[in-house]
């Protein structure tokens, strides 16, 4: 019955590699997030989409590609990984874009070697 | 200045103290705002919404001062399980939630 899920938890990878990071919610939600919280635990939004659109695209290098392919998934590419790329990924979800409470997934903890 | 500020603790209070956080921002146009809680190595929960009013839910109580841009947390009669990352949370422009670093509690026997 989890709400917000994310594979995979944890994801230990080399310098220069792709990998990608899936969500998916059952909520029946419209819009959805990505989340990148560092070693500080400071918490940034990096993407949202609202019904398969991109609607919120901070400054994030383009290694990163977000892609909703409905819109109970949101998944999260990166390219070339780096060092600074290591941190705890979150997804999250909410009812509609305007804002109010977010459901977020477990997170996915991302270490780049 | 941050968009959200928070002083990162930690708080160290004993079982059964009153404690309060505060949280100032910066955006005056900022709508919304929250309380979430965030446990070590977990993702964040909403806590509660802060209204204009204030508000209350069982010990914990909220306020909110658009003059001076700044939001509160209360916790009354506090228990170990309050223990946890206390996030100010404010939605900005294009209703985005911008969150505060966190303030740490930690409540002991």
């Known amino acids: 019955d989890t709400a917000v899920s994310q594979t995979p938890k944890y994801l230990v990878t080399q310098m220069g590699n792709d990998k990608s990071i899936k969500c998916e919610q059952n909520?029946?939600?419209?819009?959805m997030y990505w989340y990148k919280q560092d070693s500080k635990k400071f918490l940034k939004i990096m993407f949202s989409?609202?019904?398969?659109?991109?609607?919120i695209n901070e400054t994030v290098p383009n290694r990163f590609s977000p892609k909703s392919p409905d819109k109970a998934h949101l998944n999260l590419h990166i390219n070339s990984l780096e060092l600074g790329d290591s941190a705890v990924y979150f997804c999250?979800?909410?009812?509609?874009?305007?804002?109010?409470?977010?459901?977020f997934g477990p997170g996915t903890r991302l270490t780049v070697l | 200045r941050k968009e959200v500020e928070q002083d990162p603790g930690p708080f160290n209070v004993p079982e059964g103290a009153t404690v309060a956080f505060n949280c100032t921002y910066s955006?005056?146009?900022?709508?919304?705002f929250f309380w979430y809680r965030q446990d070590c190595r977990k993702e964040p929960k909403l806590l509660m919404s802060?209204?204009?009013s204030g508000n209350e839910d069982g010990r914990f109580t909220a306020q909110l001062n658009r003059a001076s841009q700044y939001i509160s947390l209360l916790i009354r009669d506090s228990k170990l399980s309050d223990s946890a990352t206390y996030l100010c949370?404010?939605?900005?422009?294009?209703?985005?939630?911008?969150f505060g670093t966190g303030t740490r509690l930690q409540v002991t026997l």
């Open positions: 999250a979800s909410s009812q509609n874009p305007e804002g109010g409470e977010q459901f």
């Open positions: 909520l029946g939600h419209d819009t």
């Open positions: 989409y609202n019904n398969k659109e991109l609607i």
């Open positions: 955006n005056s146009a900022s709508q919304s």
């Open positions: 802060v209204y204009s």
């Open positions: 949370v404010v939605t900005g422009t294009a209703s985005k939630l911008t």
